[in-house]
């Protein structure tokens, strides 16, 4: 079975800047979209950024626009996530994902693979 690791989460304040790290287990994800999710306490999971692995297209969440950047390296097959002027809400488990499209990553999440987490707490 692939797997995806997600590394990278902390603790940080108000407007700092954190960077998120996916490695998928096999070199066949190469071909995949890969993004990542977040889901607070309480709240339902949300989309955050996806990517292509040729980069062609390139998804984000309103809610992060201008502060995420999502980018990928295929040689080592990993995926990130830089994270900027960050704000308490951002405060969330974050999950890499992957799937054959950026279209199914994002609307037919229950077919995805998923990464098992990595906890994001930004403070005031």
């Known amino acids: 079975q692939v797997q995806l690791v997600e590394s990278g989460g902390g603790l940080v304040q108000t407007g700092g800047s954190l960077r998120l790290s996916c490695l998928a287990s096999e070199r066949s994800f190469s071909t995949y979209a890969m993004g990542w999710f977040r889901q607070a306490p309480g709240k339902e999971r949300e989309f955050v950024a996806a990517?292509?692995?040729?980069?062609?297209?390139?998804d984000y969440a309103d809610s992060v626009k201008g502060r995420f950047t999502i980018s990928r390296d295929s040689t080592k097959n990993t995926v990130y996530l830089q994270m900027n002027i960050l704000k308490v809400e951002d405060t969330a488990v974050y999950y890499c994902a992957a799937s054959y499209s950026t279209t199914s990553l994002m609307e037919r999440e229950q077919n995805n693979y998923w990464g098992q987490g990595t906890q994001v707490t930004v403070s005031s």
């Open positions: 990517i292509t692995w040729s980069g062609n297209r390139i």
